[in-house]
């Protein structure tokens, strides 16, 4: 499972090592939207955070006990459900915030992945959040796994030869 700040590209290292093992690529925001069936942004603005972080709980709860040898991306705060560890390998993907923040502004579409995060619509409330987070991944991780502008092949490549 691969767990990390928002934006630090955890969706396409997954498919790359999904293409690399043969395994399924498990999203966990794609699994609470067509559960919920809103987008992320409209149940935060809808019924407010707290409501999206018992999705995340129910999501952790139901990978737990039905999904095995998939690869998992998550949201940058599923980190603190309780039963992370009982998902299986955590693997966190690391960057430091400015150059995740940088990439995202790069990408062609970079305005939609803004967009659709409500935790990165204040860069400031953001970098805090990264500061608060950063020692949780890191305590929750098994390995930690460097990022920033790394080829996501290279990157999978790693993640493989260390889990
Ligand atoms: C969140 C990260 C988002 C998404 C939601 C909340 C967070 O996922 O789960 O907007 O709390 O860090 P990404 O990490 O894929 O952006």
């Given at each position: 499972m691969l767990i990390g700040f928002?934006?630090?590209?955890k969706g396409r290292t997954a498919r790359c090592l999904a293409d690399q093992t043969g395994m399924f690529a498990l999203d966990c925001d794609d699994l609470i939207e067509s559960y919920a069936n809103k987008r992320i942004r409209t149940i935060f603005s809808e019924d407010g955070e707290p409501a999206f972080r018992e999705l995340e709980k129910k999501a952790a709860r139901w990978l737990e006990k039905n999904v095995n040898a998939s690869v998992i991306s998550t949201g940058g705060?599923?980190?603190?459900?309780?039963n992370i560890k009982a998902i299986g390998t955590v693997v966190y993907l690391h960057s430091d915030f400015d150059s995740i923040i940088k990439s995202i502004k790069s990408h062609p579409n970079a305005e939609k992945k803004i967009k659709k995060r409500?935790?990165?619509?204040?860069m400031e409330a953001a970098r805090k959040l990264y500061n608060t987070r950063l020692p949780i991944y890191r305590r929750v991780a098994d390995v930690e796994v460097f990022m920033a502008d790394r080829p996501v092949a290279r990157v999978a490549e790693e993640i493989v030869e260390r889990v």
């Open positions: 928002m934006g630090v590209g705060g599923f980190v603190n459900v309780e409500p935790l990165l619509q204040d």
